[in-house]
């Protein structure tokens, strides 16, 4: 029974906190669960950095926001994260004179974006920088709309690719 009542009292722990987390953020207190985000536009730039659209559609216009989102909602480390690396962008931004990293220049915010790739790996710019990589592009590329931009109709295990002894083939 004890552990049972230890599990309750966490659960109830991390929902009270993760809730209280997200109503503390700056501009949020009234926003919807899922704008419940600190810089929200700066976390929006950020991803639309990392995928743009093209002629494909981006990650951000295929809701890798709202994945991230839920994400940092469901996990109170990741949300942390999130919140500490947002919190970084739009300290950098107000270091050059601007209120948001989503109001900097591109060419300035790419290379924030750069900085926290390049940076030490128990940094927290650069486990920012992995975290939200590693999301949205999971998210990205197996969305239904990117992956009919590709030729296989299905994943390649466990059957592997029949034809792996021949050249890719034109549709």
């Known amino acids: ?9 966490k659960s109830v722990w991390i929902s009270w906190w993760s809730k209280w987390f997200w109503l503390t953020l700056p501009g949020f207190a009234s926003a919807s669960e899922g704008e419940k985000i ?14 743009p659209e093209d002629e494909w559609p981006g990650a951000l216009q295929l809701g890798a926001e709202q994945i991230i989102i839920d994400k940092a909602l469901q996990d109170p480390s990741f949300g942390r994260l999130i919140r500490k690396g947002v919190l970084w962008l739009n300290f950098l931004a107000k270091k050059l004179n601007v209120d948001d990293f989503a ?37 990205y590329y197996s969305h239904p709309e990117i992956m ?23 549709p």
């Open 1 to 9: 029974m004890l552990i049972k009542r230890r599990l309750l009292i």
């Open 38 to 51: 600190a810089g929200r536009k700066a976390l929006q730039t950020y991803i639309d950095l990392l995928l």
């Open 103 to 139: 109001d900097l220049p591109q060419l300035a915010q790419l290379k924030i974006i750069a900085l926290s790739e390049k940076g030490n790996a128990n940094s927290l710019p650069n486990q920012f920088y992995q975290s939200v990589r590693q999301e949205v592009f999971t998210f």
């Open 148 to 170: 009919r931009h590709f030729r296989y109709a299905r994943p390649p295990q466990p059957l592997g690719f029949p034809d792996f002894t021949k050249p890719p083939q034109q």
